[in-house]
């Protein structure tokens, strides 16, 4: 069992930058794969990044590459989310999730296991 727990969310303004956390409890093996997802007011969830546990591999949505990354403290059981430039748009709830044995880095829901509750970002005008 893997127990999420995400934190650094709030309100910022456009062009500002923001980092989210996500605590990692229980046990994550070698090929887990750390993601985030994020879901829009309205809208449904969708991938954001994701990286491999024990690997600098990482995946990006095209509407984040660039602006956002992914890393992830191993030692600490945590993975971050740095976002930069930030938009309107990037306002949603993120979600961080794991894939606790991954063949390949999913962008799907259904590829990953556990979720966190997720941590509201704003991005005002």
């Known amino acids: 069992q893997v127990q999420l727990v995400e934190s650094g969310g709030g309100l910022v303004q456009a062009g500002d930058s923001m980092r989210l956390s996500c605590a990692v409890s229980?046990?994550?093996?070698?090929?887990?794969?750390m993601a985030w997802f994020r879901q829009p007011p309205g809208k449904e969830r969708e991938f954001v990044a994701a990286?491999?546990?024990?690997?600098?591999?990482?995946t990006y949505a095209d509407s984040v590459k660039g602006r956002f990354a992914i890393s992830r403290d191993n030692a600490r059981n945590m993975v971050y989310l740095q976002m930069t430039s930030l938009k309107p748009e990037d306002t949603a709830v993120y979600y961080c999730?794991?894939?606790?044995?991954?063949?390949?880095?999913?962008?799907?829901?259904?590829?990953?296991?556990?979720w966190g509750q997720g941590t509201q970002v704003t991005v005002g005008l």
């Open positions: 999730a794991v894939d606790g044995f991954a063949l390949r880095i999913g962008v799907q829901i259904s590829d990953y296991d556990y």
């Open positions: 229980g046990r994550t093996g070698s090929n887990s794969v």
């Open positions: 990286t491999r546990w024990t690997t600098s591999t990482t």
